[in-house]
């Protein structure tokens, strides 16, 4: 079903109006984790003071060791809730089990089934009976053909509102966190009709590679870009190394809009 083949034309995927897909460039940033309202709210601030509309922020965290930040799980979709009202955006975290999906439904606009899930099928099942947008990314060892094989999981379960996401794999490469799988980008979209967007915090892991990275993954195609920006990133309780401080947001989009500018 997510074949290119059976159909031709782009999926365009409409969150409250944001359309992602066939031209429609559309970014994602916000902080790794919900830590608290007022840690959101000036990421929030930040984000529309830009004129986007799309912010992250993940409250179930799957975290490598068990003694990490977990995430405020379902009080961080309800502080996400209260800030998608008052500043008018639409939100994306990461749901971990079918039986929170249900819950989280009510508190964010789009889903997003981490790398680490990719091949959880009763996950990808569950995200197939919903009706919101899913923002699945890509598998930490996956390959392509697995990656596709994923999307048409949900697509088949009943819903064809999936964005796919390159967000770096695993290899014997250790200069950056992930190894970014740039030719990704215009494989999934030929082989598929799914918008395409790149991960470039958690491909890289490296705050001085995010712009160079989006760059690329703009001029290669994608559909967009996420990034983490949190107001402090020193004392983020995750992924404090890549996040980027509102200052360095700010100058990055400029930069990235400069490139989408010239690009059009
Ligand atoms: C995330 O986006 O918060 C995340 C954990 O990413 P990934 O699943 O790609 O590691
Ligand atoms: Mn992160």
């Not at 966190?177 to 395409?196: C, F, G, W």
């Not at 958690?202 to 995010?210: I, K, V």
């Not at 983020?236 to 989009?253: C, E, G």
């Amino acid at each position: 079903l997510v074949s290119r083949k059976r159909q031709p034309e782009n999926t365009v995927i409409d969150i409250k109006g944001v359309k992602i897909g066939n031209g429609n460039i559309n970014h994602v940033f916000g902080p790794c984790a919900v830590e608290s309202y007022d840690q959101v709210a000036q990421v929030a601030e930040s984000i529309k003071g830009k004129g986007l509309k799309l912010l992250r922020g993940g409250a179930f965290k799957p975290r490598t060791s068990p003694y990490d930040f977990q995430g405020l799980g379902l009080e961080g979709l309800q502080i996400l809730k209260r800030i998608a009202d008052e500043y008018d955006l639409v939100t994306i975290s990461e749901i971990v089990t079918p039986t929170d999906l249900e819950k989280a439904v009510e508190y964010i606009d789009v889903i997003q089934i981490g790398a680490r899930n990719m091949q959880n099928f009763e996950l990808l099942k569950a995200a197939g009976q919903i009706d919101k947008p899913v923002l699945l990314k890509r598998g930490l060892s996956a390959t392509i053909s697995e990656y596709i094989n994923a999307a048409e999981y949900i697509v088949s379960s009943g819903n064809g509102n999936v964005i796919l996401c390159e967000r770096g794999i695993r290899t014997y490469e250790k200069a950056t966190r992930n190894t970014l799988d740039i030719s990704a980008v215009p494989i999934l979209k030929q082989e598929t009709h799914l918008p395409v967007m790149v991960d470039v915090t958690h491909s890289t892991g490296r705050r001085d590679l995010l712009l160079p990275t989006a760059r690329a993954a703009l001029a290669i195609g994608a559909d967009g870009i996420m990034a983490e920006v949190h107001p402090d990133p020193a004392v983020a309780l995750s992924d404090s190394a890549q996040q980027m401080d509102i200052p360095t947001f700010d100058r990055f989009y400029e930069e990235l809009t400069d490139l989408e500018n010239r690009l059009k």
